[in-house]
Nanobody
Framework: QVQLVESGGGMVQPGGSLRLSCAAS????????MGWYRQAPGKERELVAS???????NYQVSVKGRFTIDRDGAKNTVSLRMNSLKPEDTAVYYC????????????WGQGTQVTVSS
C-alpha cells in the first residue's frame, strides 16, 4: 500500500507565503514524477507544478515566479513553496505521485486547504 500525506495548508493574507509538504510511504520500485494539483470550488482539478525524478520542473503559467516545487528523493517528499499568494490561489491542494510497483500507478494525497483572504 502507498500513502501520500500532505501538511502545511492554512489561511493567509494576500501577499503572504505558505509551504506545503507531502510524504510518500509504502513500498515501490521507483517514484517517477511528483506534483501538486489544486481544485477550487466549482472548478476542475488543475496541475500547479510537477517535478521529475531528475529534477526537471514544470509550472502552471499563473504560478511561475511565485511558487517553487522541490523534492527529496532520499526522504520521498515533495514540497511546494508558495509566495505572493493571491485570492485566486485559494483551493484544495493535492499531492500526486507516479509510482512504479508491479505496474505504474498514480497516487493522490487527501488534500489540504489553502485560503488566501484578507
Amino acid at each position: 500500500q502507498v500513502q501520500l500525506v500532505e501538511s502545511g495548508g492554512g489561511m493567509v493574507q494576500p501577499g503572504g507565503s505558505l509551504r506545503l509538504s507531502c510524504a510518500a510511504s509504502g513500498s515501490w520500485f521507483r517514484i517517477n514524477a511528483m506534483g501538486w494539483y489544486r481544485q477550487a470550488p466549482g472548478k476542475e482539478r488543475e496541475l500547479v507544478a510537477s517535478i521529475t525524478s531528475g529534477g526537471i520542473t514544470n509550472y502552471q503559467v499563473s504560478v511561475k515566479g511565485r511558487f517553487t516545487i522541490d523534492r527529496d528523493g532520499a526522504k520521498n517528499t515533495v514540497s511546494l513553496r508558495m509566495n505572493s499568494l493571491k485570492p485566486e490561489d485559494t483551493a484544495v491542494y493535492y499531492c500526486n505521485a507516479e509510482i512504479v510497483r508491479w505496474g505504474t500507478f498514480r497516487y493522490w494525497g487527501q488534500g489540504t486547504q489553502v485560503t488566501v483572504s484578507s
